[in-house]
């Protein structure tokens, strides 16, 4: 059946990488990015794309219902993958009400236009929403994240991300909307903003800037290449059950400390400096509030039922991710100019 697919916040990380996916595996489908262009969503990221015939881009705001109802009718929209949001935790720290709007009011906009164009007609439709497993709060030293782990979110980003994981079930619960949850741990490689650890400390270290470290260094997160969420997105948007709820994760867990000496040995080595030299660049900052010690999904529902795992191995991903950094060099400058320069300075001064 031919599908005519929605991504939002398709110029984003990992919204391009979805996007890339989808246009390249499925020439029949129509593929329609909707981003506002944000601070954190760059064109440039689908550049290789962007000429297909099965690609459309759309600038537009998903909390301008009218605009979603437009584009809805306009391109007869069979399914939506829903990644656009403010992501950094950071941001949400100091402006919340950004956060509110995108993240609960634009997902909520998405859902009533959804609702009304769809009309009760729920058969080959769906409503994908991407979520982080922020949402569930923070571990201590053991267990992991379930799908049925309680909501329990500590930033004004995760408390928005929960807001609208709830709309989005709600949704189903109350009209019938054919729609998945999923809830994935924290995602690296090419094309992420430089605000986010990894990219940041890269960036960083090229530049021989110092490498903010949050409290002790001792926080974990679970970390998964950015193809391989997207490859887990493609799989559950063919074959999730409705009204289910999958966890994505990378059985790959690393405490901030280790995971960024490993980084600098890769940077080093590619840079031609003394391997670890870098190290003299950490500074232990002032922590992030409320920063939660510890994420770690469990993703055994979706590899017993769908069949998905990672497929790279976190050296060889850390690797592909860092080359990838330092061969684009023009992407980086192009992000990083102009305002983000303004929030940097802002975020780390007197820290
Ligand atoms: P990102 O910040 O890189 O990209 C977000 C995109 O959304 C940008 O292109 C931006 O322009 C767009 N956008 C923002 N507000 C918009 C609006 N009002 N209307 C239309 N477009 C808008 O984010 P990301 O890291 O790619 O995350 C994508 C999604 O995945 C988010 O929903 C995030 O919560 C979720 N997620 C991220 C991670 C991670 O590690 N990055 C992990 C789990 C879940
Ligand atoms: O877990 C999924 C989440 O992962 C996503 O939902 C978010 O969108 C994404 O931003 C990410 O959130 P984190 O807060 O975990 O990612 P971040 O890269 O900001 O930070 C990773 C860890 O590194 C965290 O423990 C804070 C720490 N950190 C971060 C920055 C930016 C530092 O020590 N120094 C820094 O400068």
């Given at each position: 059946m031919k599908k005519n697919i929605l991504v939002t916040g398709g110029a984003g990380f990992i919204g391009s990488h979805v996007v890339r996916l989808l246009v390249n595996k499925y020439p029949d489908y129509h593929i329609i990015n909707l981003d506002k262009?944000?601070?954190?969503?760059?064109?440039s990221n689908l550049k290789d794309i962007?000429?297909?015939?099965?690609y459309t881009f759309v600038k537009a705001d998903i909390c301008d219902f009218d605009a979603m109802l437009d584009i809805f009718q306009k391109y007869d929209i069979t399914g939506v993958i829903h990644l656009a949001a403010e992501s950094h935790v950071d941001r949400s720290i100091k402006d919340p009400f950004t956060f509110a709007q995108t993240n609960v009011m634009g997902t909520l906009s998405l859902l009533q236009a959804a609702k009304h164009y769809w009309n009760g007609e729920w058969k080959d439709k769906l409503f994908y929403h991407i979520s982080t497993d922020e949402v569930y709060g923070s571990l201590d030293d053991e267990g992991f994240f379930v799908e049925t782990t309680k909501y329990d979110p500590h930033s004004p980003y995760s408390a928005s991300k929960a807001a609208s994981d709830h709309f989005v079930r709600a949704f189903h619960d109350t009209f019938g909307m054919p729609t998945i949850v999923t809830n994935c741990s924290n995602n690296y490689g090419?094309?992420?903003?430089?605000?986010?650890l990894i990219p940041l400390f890269i960036n960083n270290i090229r530049h021989n800037?110092?490498?903010?470290?949050?409290?002790?260094?001792?926080n974990v997160r679970d970390w998964l290449f950015v193809e391989d969420h997207a490859k887990a997105i493609d799989i559950i948007f063919h074959k999730g059950r409705i009204a289910e709820t999958y966890n994505i994760g990378g059985f790959n867990e690393w405490k901030n400390i280790d995971l960024i000496k490993v980084m600098i040995k890769t940077v080093d080595k590619l840079l031609g400096?003394?391997?670890?030299?870098?190290?003299?660049l950490i500074t232990y900052v002032t922590d992030r509030a409320?920063?939660?010690?510890r994420y770690a999904i469990d993703s055994s529902k979706l590899k017993n039922e769908?069949?998905?795992?990672?497929?790279?191995q976190f050296e060889e991903g850390i690797e592909k991710t860092v080359r990838w950094y330092l061969e684009n060099e023009d992407w980086m400058e192009e992000v990083t100019s102009g305002d983000y320069q303004k929030y940097y300075e802002q975020m780390y001064e007197n820290r």
């Amino acid at each position: 059946m031919k599908k005519n697919i929605l991504v939002t916040g398709g110029a984003g990380f990992i919204g391009s990488h979805v996007v890339r996916l989808l246009v390249n595996k499925y020439p029949d489908y129509h593929i329609i990015n909707l981003d506002k262009l944000t601070y954190a969503g760059n064109l440039s990221n689908l550049k290789d794309i962007e000429k297909k015939a099965n690609y459309t881009f759309v600038k537009a705001d998903i909390c301008d219902f009218d605009a979603m109802l437009d584009i809805f009718q306009k391109y007869d929209i069979t399914g939506v993958i829903h990644l656009a949001a403010e992501s950094h935790v950071d941001r949400s720290i100091k402006d919340p009400f950004t956060f509110a709007q995108t993240n609960v009011m634009g997902t909520l906009s998405l859902l009533q236009a959804a609702k009304h164009y769809w009309n009760g007609e729920w058969k080959d439709k769906l409503f994908y929403h991407i979520s982080t497993d922020e949402v569930y709060g923070s571990l201590d030293d053991e267990g992991f994240f379930v799908e049925t782990t309680k909501y329990d979110p500590h930033s004004p980003y995760s408390a928005s991300k929960a807001a609208s994981d709830h709309f989005v079930r709600a949704f189903h619960d109350t009209f019938g909307m054919p729609t998945i949850v999923t809830n994935c741990s924290n995602n690296y490689g090419p094309f992420q903003f430089p605000e986010k650890l990894i990219p940041l400390f890269i960036n960083n270290i090229r530049h021989n800037k110092p490498l903010p470290m949050y409290g002790k260094g001792e926080n974990v997160r679970d970390w998964l290449f950015v193809e391989d969420h997207a490859k887990a997105i493609d799989i559950i948007f063919h074959k999730g059950r409705i009204a289910e709820t999958y966890n994505i994760g990378g059985f790959n867990e690393w405490k901030n400390i280790d995971l960024i000496k490993v980084m600098i040995k890769t940077v080093d080595k590619l840079l031609g400096k003394e391997i670890g030299s870098s190290e003299k660049l950490i500074t232990y900052v002032t922590d992030r509030a409320g920063h939660d010690l510890r994420y770690a999904i469990d993703s055994s529902k979706l590899k017993n039922e769908l069949g998905w795992e990672p497929s790279l191995q976190f050296e060889e991903g850390i690797e592909k991710t860092v080359r990838w950094y330092l061969e684009n060099e023009d992407w980086m400058e192009e992000v990083t100019s102009g305002d983000y320069q303004k929030y940097y300075e802002q975020m780390y001064e007197n820290r």
